[in-house]
C-alpha cells in the first residue's frame, strides 16, 4: 500500500459511499462505513492508536501533541459520503497526466466533455496530472479529497517529529450530503477547541460564510371526485401545485442568481387529485433573508389557494443550518492561522463565502467553530468532477502548516 495523497484518494472513490435522503437510518446507508473501516485501518497503520468507527459511522482519531506549548486541539474533518445527485457505483478515475490544455472528453461517455469555457480552473492547471471520471459516475472528490489529504498529512506529522504542534483530532463524517453530516457527533468525545473542513474547492481559497438554510414543505388538501361529475366541485391537488410552482420568482431562483443572492428552490414535487407536496430548499447569506423568503413563499401559496375555496394547505418550516461567519467573526485567529498556511505553503490566500453548507456550519453552531478550507475538487456532484494532483498536494501542505502555525503562536 502506497500512501501518497493521489494513491489515497484512487483507493477511497472506488468505495461508493453515497447516502441516501430518504433513509431515516443513521449513517443513511451501512456501505458508508465499509470506507470508514478502511480508514480506521489506515490511521492506526499510521501510528493513531485511538482511531475507531463508531456506531453512526463517525471515524475519530488524535495525532498526539509533540510540543510543551498549551496548544488549542484543532480538528481536521471531511465526510466519507457521496451525494445522492448522480451515481457514485463502480467510480472508474481517470488520469490525465501533463494536462496540456484543452477540452477534456470522457471515454465512458464521449458526450460528456469537461469544457475549458465552463472550467475556467483548467487554465491554472496546465501541466498538472487531472483526474476524472469515464462519465458514467460522480468522482467523489466531494469529499474524499479532503479524507485523502487529511490522511497524508497525518503520515507526515507522525514521521517528522521535528514538525512541533499540539494534539490534532481527526474526524471523518457520514451523511454531510444529505444535510445529517453531525447529528451524532460526539464533541465531548472528540474534545477540539476549533476545527477545519477541508471540503472547498480552489485551491488557496478559505471560506468563513455559507448560506444560511431553511427547508419547506407545502402540502395541499385538494377536492377529489369522479371526474364525470367534477363540473364546479373538482379541485386538484395536483393543479393546485403546479400553479404554486409557476408563480415562483424567476429571479429568486438558482439558476438566476450568484454571488450572495439568495434563492427559493423546489426540489421535489408529488401528489394525486386529492392531495399533493411541493418540498423546496430556502437559502440566503442572512436569516433576515431567509424570512422574507418564506413569507414572500406563503403569500403565494395564499393567493393561489383563494380560487379553490374547498382546499386547504400546511406550510411547515424546518431549519438547516446558518450562516457560520456569525461564530467565526468571534474567534477571528482561526481565519487568521489558515491564511498564513496557505500563505506559507505557497499560495495567494483568498477568503470567500460558500454557496452552500458544510458539516462547518452546523459544528460551529454546536460550539466548535470550523470554517471550509480547500480541498480542491471541482464540478461537485456531477460526472464532469475533476481534480489534480498538485492541488491535493497543496492542501496537504496547507493542512501541515496550518498545525505548525497553531504551535508556533500558542
Not at 451524532?184 to 478559505?206: P, Q, S, W
Not at 364546479?232 to 395536483?238: G, L, Q, T
Not at 442572512?286 to 400546511?314: C, F, Q
Not at 462547518?360 to 453552531?365: D, P
Amino acid at each position: 500500500m502506497t500512501d501518497t495523497v493521489l494513491d489515497r484518494f484512487l483507493r477511497y472513490v472506488v468505495i461508493d459511499t453515497q447516502s441516501d435522503p430518504s433513509s431515516s437510518t443513521q449513517p443513511s446507508t451501512e456501505k458508508q462505513k465499509d470506507l470508514g473501516r478502511i480508514l480506521v485501518e489506515e490511521l492506526l497503520e499510521i501510528g493513531l492508536s485511538d482511531a475507531h468507527l463508531d456506531e453512526h459511522g463517525y471515524v475519530y482519531a488524535t495525532i498526539p501533541a509533540n510540543t510543551d506549548k498549551n496548544v488549542p486541539v484543532i480538528c481536521f474533518c471531511s465526510h466519507m459520503d457521496t451525494a445522492p445527485d448522480f451515481t457514485g457505483t463502480n467510480v472508474k478515475p481517470q488520469i490525465v497526466k501533463n494536462y496540456t490544455g484543452g477540452d477534456i472528453r470522457l471515454p465512458g461517455d464521449p458526450n460528456r466533455v469537461i469544457r475549458v469555457c465552463e472550467h475556467p480552473e483548467l487554465k491554472n492547471q496546465i501541466n498538472n496530472d487531472i483526474i476524472t471520471t469515464d462519465g458514467t459516475t460522480l468522482l467523489g472528490a466531494d469529499d474524499k479529497a479532503g479524507l485523502a489529504e487529511i490522511m497524508a498529512a497525518a503520515k507526515i506529522l507522525i514521521d517528522n517529529p521535528e514538525i512541533k504542534h499540539g494534539a490534532i483530532k481527526i474526524l471523518f463524517t457520514p451523511d454531510e450530503e444529505v444535510g445529517r453530516g453531525v447529528n451524532k457527533v460526539d464533541l465531548k468525545k472528540l474534545g477540539a477547541d476549533f476545527a477545519y473542513t477541508m471540503d472547498g474547492e480552489t485551491a488557496g481559497h478559505i471560506e468563513d460564510e455559507t448560506f444560511s438554510a431553511d427547508s419547506v414543505d407545502i402540502v395541499i388538501a385538494g377536492v377529489a371526485i369522479h371526474p364525470g361529475f367534477a363540473k364546479d366541485r373538482m379541485e386538484n391537488a395536483i393543479k393546485i401545485a403546479g400553479a404554486i410552482i409557476d408563480r415562483l420568482p424567476k429571479e429568486i431562483a438558482p439558476e438566476t442568481t450568484e454571488g450572495k443572492q439568495g434563492f427559493i428552490h423546489p426540489t421535489g414535487v408529488a401528489g394525486s387529485m386529492e392531495k399533493a407536496a411541493i418540498s423546496l430548499i430556502i437559502r440566503d447569506f442572512t436569516n433576515e433573508g431567509l424570512v422574507e423568503k418564506e413569507a414572500m413563499l406563503e403569500e403565494i401559496v395564499r393567493d393561489v389557494i383563494k380560487a379553490y375555496p374547498g382546499s386547504s394547505y400546511r406550510f411547515d418550516v424546518k431549519e438547516q443550518y446558518r450562516n457560520m461567519k456569525v461564530v467565526l467573526d468571534r474567534h477571528p485567529e482561526i481565519i487568521e492561522n489558515a491564511v498564513e498556511a496557505v500563505r506559507r505553503a505557497g499560495m495567494t490566500p483568498v477568503r470567500g463565502s460558500i454557496r452552500g453548507g458544510t458539516d462547518g456550519s452546523r459544528l460551529s453552531f454546536m460550539g466548535l467553530p470550523c470554517p471550509n478550507i480547500f480541498a480542491g475538487g471541482h464540478a461537485f456532484h456531477s460526472p464532469l468532477e475533476w481534480i489534480s494532483r498538485q492541488d491535493m498536494e497543496k492542501a496537504v501542505k496547507t493542512i501541515v502548516e496550518l498545525a505548525k502555525v497553531w504551535e508556533e503562536r500558542a
